[in-house]
């Protein structure tokens, strides 16, 4: 019995480590520009299958290859949303339909490339430790190490430096932020660059302890709208809350029911918060 | 009365509908077939356009209320699907007739759309569209999940003898009436004032409402509509085809039903018919015989078709209709609007 607490512990706090980066990357460029990025998802499977091409084909150190897929990545952001996004901006049901074909078109191409079989990328430790008898891999807690020391950078960033201040200042409203001055399309660049990376980086976790594939571009999706529901839309800080809730009920269903009833219990999650508190922990009423 | 006769869009009308009624005369079986599966297809893309176009709530679970249609009619049909499960009893209700039982699909699809709409249409902003995104996951979920019941990847069949019609021809017609009907009905009731107050709450929420309408009662109103609509092509489908799986309702249907809208243009009811006839036979027809290509380089149909929906998206965001009209008005002398 101890075990299984103990497990669902330890497997619960590293996935609701990564899921925090992810969906804090989607709460980020939904709070300032408020453009609901279908194609975030994509952004997390695509790191980890760049930096496999990086690592076997071209050589690359495993460190030096993730830094550079986690960049390229966020400037894949960066070229989508100047070609996708800037242009339709105002016409918000168009900007959802693109990112979405968008995450599609990525999805089957993956698919077409690599296959249907999900991929791991080498992770950065090896062994096991035993805790309280129960072994847990150095891979895991190196994962969960990593997405909490992400996390504090995150809001370090928003919070402390002048650009943060200026994008939560932003957010808060955009209008005023245009008054006094503040160059608002960069604030939008610099913060999709964040977002995708954020995602990327999350990915490359995932896919340390798990596996990523052209369809999980989906399914992190909608993990991450599920998160984002909870914590609020556009609260960064809710969302890292929120997915540990939502990283908590996912690993004891998975450890209890199985893995097939996860998506159906992130939607009773979502219906049951929509009904009882519908802006969510931390949402402001809009 | 003048102004009637020359008037160019009666004259269209029923050129189409001649062309409609005689198509089978000299169309080989196969054609006949595909094209009655597009006019089935016509119906989802305009009732899509219903909640979207009409309303502006992003909806993106659309297929969902497809396979709650297909599903509840072909259990309707085939009862015995619940022997030996925890639902054993529905077991030996008695079968319908096979439109009664197609009613019901959609019957069944609007109630799961009101009580889908009355939770989530309530709140502002983005929150449908969220949660309308996570539904086709679930649904299929679900449909593995109790596979005894439904079939599980590979669905069942509802058996010959409850085809729409024995042969392509008379589905066909089946077809065809059954998206006459959905247009001349989605027509009066978007012309309506009902219809009006749909577009007055996509336009502007707040204004809508300082007139004194109700938006989260016409938001689900017109959501209860698609459904309904949708569920009775997705059990006209299974119907149409025989057999009910869940690759009828996946995301790909849904890509295709979003990129027919978009490309005939969002609340004009006539652009997604238009671009429903396109998109399907497009699909289904040409782009089949291009998939060589994917040997060689990593394009396949489905790719195709999401970049023609991305660079449609973003260059004509109004669609082809807005142009066709701008056209024809310009030819008959009409004051461009």
């Not at chain 1, 400037?75 to 959802?96: C, S, T």
């Not at chain 2, 299929?140 to 058996?159: A, H, K, N, R, T």
């Given at each position: ?16 480590g990564i899921w925090a980066l992810t969906a804090s990357g ?121 997405a909490?020391?992400v996390i504090?950078?995150l ?43 954020l995602a990327?980086f999350g990915g490359?976790l ?34 890292i809350?929120?997915s ?43 | ?337």
């Amino acid at each position: 019995m101890i075990e299984i607490v103990l497990r669902i512990l330890i497997y619960g706090a590293v996935l609701s480590g990564i899921w925090a980066l992810t969906a804090s990357g989607f709460s980020l460029i939904f709070g300032i520009a408020r453009i609901l990025n279908f194609a975030h998802g994509t952004f997390f499977v695509l790191s980890a299958y760049l930096s496999i091409l990086l690592i076997k084909n071209l050589g690359f150190n495993i460190f030096i290859s993730y830094a550079v897929s986690v960049i390229l990545v966020g400037l894949v952001g960066v070229v989508i949303y100047k070609i996708m996004m800037a242009p339709i901006r105002e016409h918000e049901v168009m900007v959802i339909i693109v990112t979405l074909a968008f995450a599609l078109l990525v999805g089957e191409v993956l698919l077409l490339i690599f296959g249907e079989h999900g991929i791991s990328v080498p992770s950065f430790a090896r062994g096991f430790v035993e805790i309280a008898g129960v072994p847990i891999t150095w891979k895991r807690i190196s994962v969960f190490i990593a997405a909490i020391v992400v996390i504090i950078l995150l809001e370090y960033f928003i919070n402390r430096t002048r650009t943060g201040k200026m994008i939560s200042a932003a957010s808060q409203n955009l209008e005023a932020a245009m008054i006094v001055g503040m160059d608002v399309e960069r604030l939008f660049v610099i913060t999709m660059f964040i977002s995708a990376a954020l995602a990327a980086f999350g990915g490359l976790l995932y896919a340390q302890v798990f596996a990523a594939s052209p369809i999980f571009a989906f399914k992190s999706l909608i993990f991450a709208f599920a998160i984002v529901i909870l914590g609020g839309l556009g609260s960064v800080r809710g969302s890292i809350i929120a997915s540990f809730i939502v990283g908590y009920i996912l690993t004891i269903t998975i450890n209890t029911l199985g893995a097939r009833w996860g998506e159906f219990m992130v939607l009773v999650t979502i219906i049951g918060i929509l009904i009882v508190r519908p802006t969510g922990l931390f949402g402001v009423e809009e | 009365m003048s102004e009637f006769y020359r008037d160019p869009k009666i004259f269209v009308i029923v050129v189409l509908l001649i062309l409609a009624l005689a198509a089978p005369l000299f169309l080989p079986d196969a054609f006949v077939f595909l094209i009655g599966l597009t006019y089935l297809f016509i119906i989802l893309a305009i009732s899509w356009d219903v909640i979207v176009g009409y309303t502006g709530q992003v909806n993106l679970g659309h297929t969902v209320f497809v396979g709650i249609g297909a599903y509840t009619t072909a259990l309707l049909q085939v009862p015995s699907r619940f022997e030996g499960t925890f639902l054993n009893a529905l077991a030996g209700i008695p079968q319908p007739p096979v439109f009664i039982s197609i009613l019901l699909g959609g019957i069944v699809a609007a109630f799961v759309g009101f009580v889908i709409g009355v939770i989530t249409l309530r709140l502002k902003g983005y929150y449908f569209a969220l949660v309308t995104a996570v539904l086709p996951l679930v649904f299929i979920q679900f449909l593995y999940v109790w596979s005894d019941i439904f079939g599980g990847e590979e669905g069942f069949s509802v058996g010959l003898e409850r085809a729409l019609a024995p042969d392509s021809t008379g589905k066909y017609y089946i077809a065809f009436g059954l998206v006459v009907i959905s247009i001349i009905t989605l027509y009066f009731i978007l012309r309506s004032s009902i219809g009006y107050k749909f577009r007055a709450v996509r336009d502007d929420e707040i204004l809508a409402e300082s007139v004194g309408i109700d938006i989260v009662k016409y938001k689900v109103l017109s959501f209860v509509i698609s459904s309904f609509f949708a569920g009775l092509a997705g059990a006209a489908f299974v119907h149409y085809r025989i057999t009910v799986g869940p690759s009828l309702f996946d995301i790909p249907l849904m890509l295709l039903i979003i990129l027919a809208a978009v490309i005939g243009g969002l609340g004009t009811l006539y652009g997604p018919i238009l671009g429903g006839f396109i998109i399907y036979l497009m699909k289904n027809w040409w782009l089949k015989s291009i998939s060589g290509i994917s040997a060689i380089l990593p394009i396949n149909d489905e790719v195709i078709l999401y970049t023609i929906l991305i660079i449609v998206a973003i260059l004509a965001p109004h669609g082809i209709w807005s142009y066709i009209r701008l056209g024809v008005n310009k030819i008959s002398g009409k004051e461009v609007r």
